[in-house]
Every structure is written in structure tokens, then in C-alpha cells.
């Protein structure tokens, strides 16, 4: 069982910036595909961007240019750092992790932090 808390949330104006951390116990964290979605009111949890135990990296296009996912696998934890934030990037943002194995999938969540970009 892998236990995720994020930290990091907080209100900001557009333009500013945010550093997301989530550090990851009770599992093997360099396994993991490390993950950061954000969902905001009325609308469906999105991916934002994730991080492979390989490094690989991948953003959605909203966020390309902007925002930053790194690990570091010493200190078990994930980050997402979040630069010229725009009103519409409003939202909880959940760390997720992720692992497939030979006969199952196994998928953590964090509790969510709260981002607000005002303009």
C-alpha cells in the first residue's frame, strides 16, 4: 500500500507560480509512474502530467511550456512545478501512482491540494 499526501496548494495570481511535492511511502517508489491530475468544479479529473520510472516524461497541451513533473526517486517524492498560472488551471490537484503488474493494476491517490489562480 502506497501512501501519497500532496502539499504545496495555495491562492496565487495569474502569472505567478506553484511548486506541487508529493512524497510517496509504504511502496517502492522508483517502480511507480508517477502521475499529477487536476480536477476543477463541474468537470472531469484530467491528466497534467506524468513521469515514468524511466524518467520519460509526457504533459496534456494546456499545461506544455508551463509546468514541470520531476522525481526524485531518493526522496520518494514527485513534483509539479507550476509556472504563468492562468485562472483556468483553478483546481485540486491529485498525485497519483501507478504500477502494472504481470496480473493487476496497482493505483494510489493522494488526498488533493487546492490550487486558485486569480486574475
Known amino acids: 500500500q502506497v501512501q501519497l499526501v500532496e502539499s504545496g496548494g495555495g491562492s496565487v495570481q495569474a502569472g505567478g507560480s506553484l511548486r506541487l511535492s508529493c512524497p510517496a511511502s509504504?511502496?517502492?517508489?522508483?517502480?511507480?509512474?508517477m502521475a499529477w491530475y487536476r480536477q476543477a468544479p463541474g468537470k472531469q479529473r484530467e491528466l497534467v502530467a506524468d513521469?515514468?520510472?524511466?524518467?520519460?516524461?509526457s504533459y496534456a497541451d494546456s499545461v506544455k511550456g508551463r509546468f514541470t513533473i520531476s522525481r526524485d526517486n531518493a526522496k520518494n517524492t514527485v513534483y509539479l512545478q507550476m509556472n504563468s498560472l492562468k485562472p483556468e488551471d483553478t483546481a485540486v490537484y491529485y498525485c497519483?501512482?501507478?504500477?502494472?503488474?504481470?496480473?493487476?493494476?496497482?493505483?494510489?491517490w493522494g488526498q488533493g491540494t487546492q490550487v486558485t489562480v486569480s486574475s
Open positions: 513521469i515514468s520510472s524511466g524518467g520519460t516524461t
Open positions: 509504504g511502496g517502492i517508489f522508483s517502480i511507480y509512474t
Open positions: 497519483n501512482a501507478v504500477f502494472r503488474g504481470l496480473t493487476r493494476r496497482y493505483d494510489y
